[in-house]
């Protein structure tokens, strides 16, 4: 296994292991399959992607995203991670969040945060094993399948090199 930074040419397997974890109703309110369109702003380099593949294939990859339209907050950044269902359990995720950390923080970011469904155990766990605090819990946070649902926040600061 490898990690490296996502191109175009990953968009559909991207897409495919994204669309998994949409259907599986535990890692997002988004319900809508997304399409290699949909994701054309990830590859624009603004914001670090990154895969981790094993003889070619796409395992897993991990996405930053921005926090708030706020200059004072520039260098807060969303993240989501996402392995195949068929490659679980093989340390892909932890491997695509380490090279998104440190991605971010090449990228001059100081922190890194998302919401995590409170029943979802494995991405909980693999976020606190790669440096995450779980800051507090936003509750009925969003409707999912008419659910009202409660999330936990996650940060992470990174290491930045002050000018
Ligand atoms: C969460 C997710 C990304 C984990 O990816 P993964 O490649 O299976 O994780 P890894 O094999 O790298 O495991 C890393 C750690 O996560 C935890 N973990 C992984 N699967 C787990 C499970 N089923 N139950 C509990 N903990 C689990 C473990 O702590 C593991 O460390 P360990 O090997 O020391 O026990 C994966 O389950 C997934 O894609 N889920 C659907 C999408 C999602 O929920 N994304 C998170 C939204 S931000």
Not at 141 to 160: F, P
Request: aromatic fraction near 10%; include cysteine; charged fraction near 30%.
């Amino acid at each position: 296994m490898r990690a490296r930074p996502a191109t175009p040419a990953e968009g559909p397997e991207i897409v495919r292991i994204y669309n998994q974890g949409i259907e599986e109703r535990i890692a997002t309110f988004e319900t809508r399959p997304r399409s290699v369109e949909d994701i054309q702003a990830w590859f624009d380099g603004a914001y670090p992607t990154v895969v981790v593949e094993d003889n070619d294939e796409v395992l897993a990859f991990a996405t930053t995203s921005a926090y708030s339209p706020r200059g004072c907050y520039a260098g807060v950044a969303e993240f989501s991670v996402y392995t195949a269902r068929e490659a679980r359990g093989r340390g892909a995720g932890r491997m695509a969040m380490q090279t998104l950390i440190e991605a971010a923080e090449r990228a001059g970011f100081w922190k890194l945060v998302s919401r995590v469904f409170v029943e979802n155990a494995p991405s909980r766990r693999l976020l606190r094993s790669v440096g995450f605090r779980e800051v507090g819990v936003h509750e009925k946070h969003a409707r999912l399948d008419s659910v009202w649902r409660d999330v936990v926040i996650v940060e992470r600061l990174l290491t930045v090199s002050d000018p």
